[in-house]
């Protein structure tokens, strides 16, 4: 019985999806028209039912199913309907085996499945089997990060006709597949003799160093999570679940750390250092807690030692509680009353793991409310916005307007609204900091093309905006352009002054404004619009944190400090217009 409930599973995890043009009762009346499927929802109790079948007598051998049924049924990433009541089955049924592997898989799914409900599912799945243990749902998810059977450094080799293959974590977002010939030359792409002769095999060390790249990318999200939750390990279980692991040991090294020894006292390790003596305890360092000056300290000694963390956490922006928000009581106004654009922003919702309705023409498509949960769970922030005005392209605005933020806390099975004073720090920091970040990259404020298009409705809005006060993330690019601009070869034409990186050319002096990276001209400020190709800065050019916004400043830079040279008509007629 149980071989054959895991081979029927294994046929839904793995044969191909059903299609409505040939299966189905809908086959007669659907015309050209057709999906994708699992299982017809005739059939679905069924499916449900053999999925619990594999789960009791399949053991660990049904896992692997189990976990691409999940993600197969699940949504988005697949190119089937989902099937949220077979997904759900799948993550039940992992919930019951007690395995090592049912760990792994329900990590997989929880760092990639996006569905409310589901993970919902997931965060019970969990809690039951770290029960079980008696340990938590956190020390559970990190126990169950897969290794991938590589060695500590984050790399695997293996022998194929000659030739070393390498599949090695070189950084925390790249993952490799190398051949090294017996003369030594390296390769970056299979050779023939490797590709010919062992095809299987160099296809499933490609598939291997995919699902490397899966848990390397869902490992940074949740240690960069652990900012907000301000947990402590002892050391040796640090060591051996962080430091050590071959996956997350890669982001950790290139992170600040802090170690409490025997007298009670936190002292910060830099990146790829180790700490002295024996510690007690460890945590992951935030600039809330340390002063101004150990945080100018850190950030001169990234940049100065070329340091690319995993995470932006030296220069991480800081937010405090505000005298307004201090007034306001139970939410904050702080980053309401802007103009974005829609879709940009519930993409980045969903980007930076925050949950929230889409806005649309149907009942309660009009109040808009995204949610993330801080604090390993115990909080959760919530940012209301509304569609703009009466502007749909189509069944969704192109345009909403932002409201207030607002917190919540875990009270039993429900949540409470809080004061913002309730809120701990590191998670209204965290929380303002993606709010931030949302209406920073996704205002019409930052769109260069904005005031050419001849749009009027928010104007006001666009010419003071643009050009405003620096948010907490672009006084943060400010504090990295001080330490960059020196080691650049054009910094004998560049200045910072207040909101702008002043560039002087040949033609013209230039302000780039730091926030929306939009440009005036002296002497008269003057709107340059220039429509950036690709928002790169010179590959050169060291940055210590991934940050588009600064990479185009920087671009935009490096163009205007040679104006002389510039070849686009359209950014020339512009400059000499009152040059």
Not at 99 to 122: G, T
């Amino acid at each position: 019985m149980g071989d054959l409930a895991v081979e029927i599973l294994r046929g839904l995890a793995e044969g191909d999806p059903l299609c409505s043009s040939g299966q189905g009762p809908h086959t007669a009346w659907m015309g050209e028209y057709h999906y994708h499927y699992v299982v017809h929802q005739s059939d679905g109790d069924l499916a449900r039912g053999v999925v619990w079948a594999a789960a009791l007598t399949g053991g660990p051998a049904s896992v692997p199913y189990f976990c691409a049924l999940g993600l197969g049924a699940g949504g988005p990433g697949s190119d089937v309907i989902e099937d949220l009541k077979l997904a759900g089955a799948a993550i039940n049924a992992l919930a019951e085996i007690d395995d090592p592997a049912a760990l792994e898989a329900l990590w997989r799914l929880q760092s990639r499945i996006k569905h409310r409900a589901l993970r919902k599912q997931l965060d019970t799945a969990l809690l039951t089997a770290a029960d079980r243990q008696g340990i938590t749902a956190g020390q559970l998810v990190e126990r169950s990060v897969p290794d991938h059977g590589l060695a500590p450094g984050g790399s695997l080799e293996h022998e194929l006709g000659g030739y070393r293959v390498r599949v090695v974590i070189e950084d925390a977002v790249t993952v490799r597949l190398t051949f090294a010939g017996p003369d030594g030359r390296l390769f970056h792409t299979a050779p023939a003799a490797v590709k010919d002769g062992f095809p299987d095999e160099l296809k499933q060390l490609k598939a291997l160093a995919k699902e490397i790249r899966g848990t390397l990318s869902g490992e940074r999200a949740r240690v960069e999570a652990l900012m907000s939750a301000g947990r402590e390990w002892p050391y040796d279980e640090w060591c051996r679940y962080y430091r050590d692991h071959p996956v997350t040991g890669v982001l950790v090294r290139g992170l600040i750390w802090e170690f409490q020894h025997s007298d009670g006292v936190w002292h910060a390790a830099a990146p790829m250092t180790e700490p002295p003596g024996e510690p007690a305890r460890a945590r992951l360092w935030h600039p809330i807690r340390a002063s101004t000056d150990e945080i100018r300290a850190w950030r001169e000694r990234i940049v100065a030692e070329r340091l690319r963390q995993p995470f932006k956490q030296a220069f991480r922006e800081i937010y405090l509680l505000t005298p307004a928000e201090e007034e306001t009581g139970v939410y904050s106004n702080r980053f309401a009353a802007h103009i974005v654009h829609y879709r940009r922003l519930y993409a980045l919702f969903k980007e930076r793991g925050w949950q929230a309705n889409f806005l649309g023409r149907y009942d309660g498509g009009y109040e808009g409310r995204a949610r993330v949960e801080l604090g390993d769970g115990e909080w959760r922030a919530c940012f209301f916005h509304e569609p703009a005005a009466e502007d749909y392209g189509d069944y969704a605005p192109d345009h909403a307007a932002t409201d207030q933020v607002r917190f919540e806390r875990r009270d039993g099975r429900r949540r409470r609204e809080v004061p913002l004073a309730e809120v701990p720090p590191l998670v209204f920091s965290e929380a303002m900091r993606d709010v931030d970040l949302f209406v920073g990259v996704t205002s019409i404020a930052a769109d260069p093309e904005w005031a050419d298009r001849g749009e009027d409705r928010y104007a006001a809005y666009w010419r003071t905006t643009t050009f405003g006060e620096l948010t907490a993330n672009a006084e943060v690019r400010r504090a990295a352009l001080e330490r960059i601009l020196p080691r650049l070869k054009i910094a004998d034409r560049c200045a910072l002054d207040g909101r702008f990186l002043v560039v002087r050319g040949g033609l013209r002096t230039y302000k780039i404004h730091l926030g929306s990276a939009n440009i005036l001209m002296e002497p008269d400020d003057s709107y340059l619009c220039i429509v950036p190709s690709r928002p790169k800065s010179d590959g050169k050019v060291f940055l210590p944190f991934e940050d588009d916004r600064l990479s185009l400043i920087l671009s935009k830079a490096f163009l205007l400090a040679a104006d002389t040279k510039i070849t686009d008509r359209t950014i020339l007629t512009q400059i000499k217009r009152g040059g």
